[in-house]
């Protein structure tokens, strides 16, 4: 259920509002957008069936949320978006932000190497597994908190936030000790626990769209850790397994404008994973940015053929400074910046 306070409400009146509602058992999230103010109320909303709610100084409107998935709504916040910080840049503003990196953080000159050169052509974000789920036990699989370490060490030379995935909610905190923004891949979409352990940390996180996964399942892992009091969650779109076998996934294009008009999360791609290819990379990516998408998470390796992972897809430095070169004129004709 969502609450829109009266215009001018006072800050006594909203805390009031607050008070009541919290004093039923459920937990209230304020949205103050340029227009409105929405106080949502999380937790079991029967609590409030017979609460004379309209009489309450400072409410205008009450609205039940119909959808399965409550924070993640688009009416859940004041301005119908949400824009989430990882340092200093800002998923879901006018700049569609770039994450480039390998997908496997393989040794520390490397890693240097890639950041230096990402970042020399624009990217936004750095990226790169330390923990890695990998189909066989016998791939490599990460280098760990070593990984980790390599991570932060690139991130002070470069100046690029950091985004690496976590697998395991015994892992959590430790990787939000060192990195910017928390990924769950597709793999973990639906790992519970996982949700709510990341949902308890102040660290943003990346939600892959898990392979055979609805769109509302998406919102609904969403919400998983949003209940948990992480408000900071930005959607991708990956692909997902059908019938064709083409492509390495089938990148499901109308996703992302279904979720721009559905939620108010930002919702950003990852044309590498979707089409498994480095030759389709800057198309995916230019469909993508002209389909509304707040960024892109893109593999790039000094030496894709060498890669311990990934290297089909893994853009080469000046594979990604052609595609950054073009996407910027998909970019301005979206209205977007990068």
């Given at each position: ?33 340029e227009?409105r ?6 937790g079991?909303?029967a ?13 205008d ?43 496997s ?13 990402v ?7 750095l990226r ?13 699989d ?6 980790l ?5 690139v ?23 060192y ?21 308890q ?6 939600l ?5 996964a609805?769109l509302?399942?998406?919102l609904?892992a969403a919400?998983?850790v ?8 930005v ?6 397994r ?27 791609a ?24 707040d ?8 030496d894709?053929e ?23 004129v ?9």
């Amino acid at each position: 259920m969502i609450i829109v306070a009266s215009k001018g409400i006072t800050t006594d009146q909203l805390d009031r509002i607050r008070e009541r509602v919290e004093a039923l058992g459920l937990r209230t999230h304020v949205s103050i957008g340029e227009s409105r103010t929405i106080i949502g109320c999380i937790g079991d909303e029967a609590r409030l069936s017979h609460v004379p709610l309209l009489s309450i100084p400072g409410v205008d409107s009450v609205h039940p949320v119909m959808r399965p998935y409550k924070l993640a709504a688009r009416d859940f916040a004041a301005d119908r978006t949400t824009r989430v910080s990882v340092g200093d840049r800002l998923f879901g503003g006018r700049a569609c932000l770039v994450a480039a990196g390998p997908c496997s953080v393989e040794g520390a000159a490397m890693m240097a190497e890639t950041g230096r050169a990402v970042a020399g052509e624009g990217a936004a974000l750095l990226r790169g597994g330390a923990f890695k789920p990998r189909t066989s036990p016998y791939s490599f699989d990460g280098l760990k908190e070593d990984g980790l370490r390599i991570l932060t060490e690139v991130r002070e030379e470069t100046g690029l936030p950091v985004v690496t995935e976590v697998l395991d909610p015994r892992h959590a905190e430790l990787v939000a000790g060192y990195v910017d923004m928390l990924q769950i891949g597709t793999r973990n979409m639906q790992n519970f626990p996982l949700l709510r352990e990341v949902g308890q940390l102040q660290r943003p996180v990346l939600l892959k769209r898990g392979m055979s996964a609805t769109l509302k399942d998406l919102l609904l892992a969403a919400e998983y850790v949003m209940s948990r009091g992480n408000m900071q969650v930005v959607l991708c779109e990956r692909g997902i397994r059908t019938f064709g076998g083409e492509t390495r996934n089938t990148f499901d294009l109308a996703a992302i404008p279904w979720l721009k008009m559905e939620t108010h999360l930002p919702v950003i791609a990852d044309p590498s994973h979707a089409g498994g290819r480095r030759d389709l990379v800057a198309p995916l990516s230019f469909a993508a940015v002209a389909a509304g998408a707040d960024g892109l998470i893109v593999e790039v390796h000094p030496d894709p053929e060498s890669a311990l992972s990934d290297g089909d897809q893994s853009l080469t430095f000046d594979g990604f400074a052609a595609l950054m070169r073009d996407l910027g004129v998909f970019a301005e004709a979206a209205g977007r910046t990068l």
